[in-house]
């Protein structure tokens, strides 16, 4: 019997986690298919809720859902809990369970594309305090970084964020990061700062130390106008393909029974992908 999975979200035409899954079900063999199904967050609960009566062992959650799939778990794990978000969710012994992978999949690309970037955890970061900004912000406190700072446009989403951690987390308003950017041993952008209708990016990046660790969580362009600026002071930088490539993992797992591997093919499969869209750069 075919197992099917999906991706779910709206608008979710541009989502590449087909491409992702297609890959390896094609690689390893498997009797299986992963689309796309289009959930407006009206629909959302009700979806989540009927997987099973629509022919699925799970699937992957999106915006504007993640909440919404938390919401209607009967399990979630401790990276779910914490965040008050789903983004991966199966089926098991008739029970909703769901898990929160974007964590697990910043490290895992931090990880392959920086080794050692970690060896230094003293000082964190991380520009801005969106929804992705929290899986961070958690991902790095589990890594054991000592401080973490959160920059934020609008302080008091700053301060929401860092509440649970206590001290760990300091928020900081994003016009005054100049004043840390030299302390940082990994510095993460979570915002839209440069791309095309936003923002530009308006800071100087020369304190940032030069053993220091950039990373963009936006893959879309590859490699954007932030990681441009750190690559024109000589820092190592890491893209945001890999986050989406590793977040992937857990739940190709849990749905096919494989644990299936980020490889030098599958990352050039999708930035082919990317190159054929025009999206390598801004």
Same mark, same amino acid.
């Not at 990276?79 to 789903?86: D, E, H, K, R, Y």
């Not at 440069?194 to 990016?201: A, D, I, Q, R, Y």
């Given at each position: 019997?075919?197992?099917?999975?999906? /991706?779910?979200?709206s608008p979710i035409a541009h989502s590449r986690s087909?491409?992702?899954?297609?890959?390896?079900?094609?690689?390893?063999?498997?009797?299986?298919e992963y689309g796309r199904e289009e959930v407006p967050?009206?629909? +959302?609960?009700?979806?989540?809720?009927? &997987?099973? +009566?629509?022919?699925?062992?799970?699937?992957?959650?999106?915006?504007?859902?993640?909440?919404?799939?938390? #919401?209607?778990?009967?399990?979630?794990?401790?990276?779910?809990?914490?965040?008050?978000?789903?983004?991966?969710? !199966?089926?098991?012994?008739?029970? %909703?369970?769901?898990?929160?992978?974007?964590?697990?999949?910043? =490290?895992?690309? =931090?990880?392959?594309?920086?080794?050692? !970037?970690?060896?230094?955890?003293?000082?964190?970061? /991380?520009?801005?305090?969106?929804?992705?900004?929290? +899986?961070?912000?958690?991902?790095?406190?589990?890594?054991?970084?000592?401080?973490?700072?959160?920059?934020?446009?609008?302080? #008091?989403?700053?301060?929401?964020?860092?509440?649970?951690?206590?001290?760990?987390?300091?928020? &900081?308003?994003?016009?005054?990061? #100049?004043?840390?950017?030299?302390?940082?041993?990994? &510095?993460?952008?979570?915002? #839209?700062?440069?791309?095309?209708?936003?923002?530009?990016?308006?800071?100087? =990046?020369?304190?940032?130390?030069?053993? +220091?660790?950039?990373?963009?969580?936006?893959?879309?362009? %590859?490699?954007?106008?932030f990681l441009k600026a750190a690559q024109a002071r000589?820092?190592?930088?890491?893209?945001?393909?890999?986050?989406?490539?590793?977040?992937?993992?857990?739940?190709?797992?849990? !749905?096919?029974?494989?644990?299936?591997?980020?490889?030098?093919? %599958?990352?050039?499969?999708?930035?082919?992908?990317?190159?054929?869209?025009?999206? %390598?750069?801004?």
């Amino acid at each position: 019997m075919t197992i099917r999975a999906c /991706v779910t979200g709206s608008p979710i035409a541009h989502s590449r986690s087909p491409l992702l899954h297609g890959y390896w079900l094609q690689h390893y063999g498997i009797d299986g298919e992963y689309g796309r199904e289009e959930v407006p967050p009206a629909e +959302a609960a009700a979806f989540y809720r009927s &997987l099973a +009566a629509r022919g699925y062992v799970g699937c992957n959650v999106t915006l504007p859902n993640k909440e919404i799939a938390f #919401s209607v778990l009967d399990e979630a794990d401790d990276s779910a809990a914490a965040l008050g978000a789903a983004n991966t969710l !199966w089926l098991a012994d008739g029970r %909703l369970h769901g898990a929160n992978t974007d964590g697990y999949g910043f =490290l895992a690309n =931090l990880d392959a594309g920086a080794p050692g !970037w970690d060896s230094r955890r003293e000082v964190a970061v /991380v520009l801005g305090a969106g929804g992705a900004s929290r +899986a961070v912000v958690h991902a790095l406190a589990g890594r054991g970084f000592t401080r973490i700072v959160l920059a934020n446009r609008t302080l #008091s989403r700053a301060e929401a964020v860092a509440a649970p951690y206590g001290r760990k987390v300091q928020p &900081l308003p994003l016009g005054d990061v #100049s004043k840390v950017l030299g302390a940082a041993d990994v &510095l993460v952008n979570c915002t #839209s700062l440069g791309m095309k209708g936003s923002e530009p990016l308006d800071f100087d =990046l020369s304190p940032v130390l030069a053993e +220091a660790v950039v990373t963009d969580i936006v893959y879309v362009p %590859l490699l954007t106008p932030f990681l441009k600026a750190a690559q024109a002071r000589g820092l190592r930088t890491v893209d945001g393909l890999g986050m989406l490539l590793h977040q992937g993992v857990p739940g190709f797992e849990r !749905w096919f029974g494989v644990r299936p591997e980020v490889t030098a093919g %599958l990352r050039e499969r999708v930035v082919a992908d990317l190159s054929a869209k025009g999206q %390598l750069e801004a």
